[in-house]
């Protein structure tokens, strides 16, 4: 038996906020949202079968250790795309900035942070 990745759980400012650009950037859908444990919020955004669940506690803390050195931090979250110019585009035109750019065996990637610094890797695959 294989496992597959279902979601994932990480913390941000605004979870609506976040979820929106999401949608916009990735063509994913909101697929519950609600009140969550103590006075938080949670939204599920992504596809039918996979999804984010983008937290917030309501006074959510912002950390100042560099993730990549942080036992248990979040380096980066991937998304596969089609077309890598045209979502570069897209990026820019939601006020991020793409970072990073390579070609590497077997496709092409950028990076960008969002507003709560949390990193994303786009990549197309030839």
């Known amino acids: 038996m294989i496992a ?3 979601h994932t759980n990480f913390t941000v400012q ?7 650009w999401m949608c916009d950037l990735f063509g994913w859908h909101i697929r519950w949202a609600g009140a969550a444990m103590s006075t938080g919020r949670t939204v599920h955004v992504g596809t039918d079968t996979h999804y984010l669940a983008l937290f917030s506690p309501g006074q959510p803390v ?6 990549h050195a942080t036992i248990g931090g979040l ?5 596969v795309v089609d077309n890598i110019d045209a979502m570069e585009q897209a ?8 970072v990073n750019h390579g070609d590497y065996e077997p496709g092409r990637r950028f990076y960008f942070h969002d507003e709560d610094g ?3 890797e786009v990549v197309q695959y030839d």
Do not use: R, S
Request: charged content about 30%; glycine content about 4%.
């Open 62 to 67: 912002k950390t100042t250790e560099d993730h």
């Open 75 to 79: 380096n980066h979250l991937a998304v």
């Open 4 to 6: 597959h990745l279902e």
């Open 14 to 20: 605004d979870p609506d906020k976040t979820a929106k």
């Open 118 to 120: 949390i990193e994303y």
């Open 91 to 98: 990026v820019t035109a939601q006020g991020f900035t793409p």
